[in-house]
């Protein structure tokens, strides 16, 4: 039968392991078991010097006692986390009681071992988190360097989204700030809509017409899209714009023909009153238009979309 460091030997990239305990035995033990089962080891005696360890360069897992003098484990890991959320942190505790272990994860640990610690057990843990975390990191580099624009979001929270949605996004809404794991600011709600059987759904944000479409399945609280700028986003067009609305049906009449290069004349005859009928309306068209020359009423009449 194989040797049990044979079978938990890494067939990867090697695995980097940052120990640490505050007890020198503990962590002599730990390295010669780690070592012998292939993974390179860094050795921390202290929270504070796995603080120092993890900025300097950050390790592929963190195997963490928690019952150290100075920062104990639980103060570490949640250090930890404030640069690096999803490092896998393997605690190595002698507390087995249900309060400790919530605390754990509650703190961001993602797995325990409890001593006496097994050494293949504690190995083949250690690969299994390494495992995900550099996928997941393979998978979000991936994404940051995708041109189109991404982003998620669960429950009203931006989880994340890449280079290219922050460029689009803080163009748009220049104002904006986008933080990952925060709310989502108020102006960006609309990105959370869902269009018919997860169908794309297109929103006007900042002057830009955009089109979100769904990468996540339909129904679901975590929302991942990508977006795409359709061009600036179209007027609001209403039903009939104030000025128009004050023209009488003889006016309106008389400014279309106006607007057709016709003559007072030329006016009386197709609609079949005197010229001085006409330059009456003319007078009240240019009054409720707020203009003064027969070529800015022509032009008032192309922008009401007076069928000219």
Not at 205 to 225: I, K, N, Y
């Amino acid at each position: 039968m194989n040797d049990s460091s044979d079978q938990t030997r890494p067939l990867g990239p090697r695995i980097e392991v940052l120990v640490v305990d505050d007890q020198p035995d503990a962590l002599r033990l730990l390295e010669r078991a780690l070592t012998d089962a292939g993974l390179s080891v860094r050795m921390a005696a202290s929270g504070e010097a796995a603080l120092e360890a993890v900025r300097a360069h950050c390790p592929d897992a963190v195997l963490l006692d928690v019952q150290m003098d100075g920062i104990n484990g639980f103060e570490t890991c949640a250090q930890i986390r404030l640069m690096h959320e999803d490092l896998p942190i393997v605690f190595t505790t002698g507390l087995d009681e249900t309060e400790d272990i919530v605390r754990g994860f509650e703190v961001g640990g993602t797995d325990y071992v409890t001593k006496p610690v097994s050494a293949p057990v504690v190995v083949a843990r250690l690969m299994a988190h390494t495992r995900v975390w550099r996928m997941m990191r393979a998978t979000r580099e991936a994404v940051q360097a995708l041109e189109v624009p991404m982003l998620a979001a669960d429950a009203g929270r931006l989880l994340w989204l890449n280079r290219a949605a922050r460029t689009l996004l803080q163009t748009c809404l220049p104002g904006v700030t986008l933080t990952d794991d925060a709310p989502l600011p108020a102006a960006l709600q609309g990105l959370l809509q869902e269009g018919a059987e997860g169908e794309s759904i297109q929103i006007e944000l900042g002057g830009m017409a955009l089109q979100v479409d769904p990468v996540s399945e339909a129904g679901s609280t975590l929302r991942v899209v990508s977006l795409a700028v359709m061009g600036r986003a179209a007027p609001t067009a209403t039903a009939a714009p104030p000025a128009a609305s004050r023209l009488t049906a003889r006016e309106t009449e008389v400014l279309l023909w106006v607007a057709r290069g016709k003559t007072n004349r030329d006016i009386a005859e197709i609609l079949g009153m005197s010229p001085r009928t006409v330059n009456k309306h003319l007078e009240h068209v240019f009054e409720k238009l707020g203009v003064e020359t027969r070529t800015a009423a022509a032009a008032a009449a192309q922008r009401l979309q007076l069928g000219v």
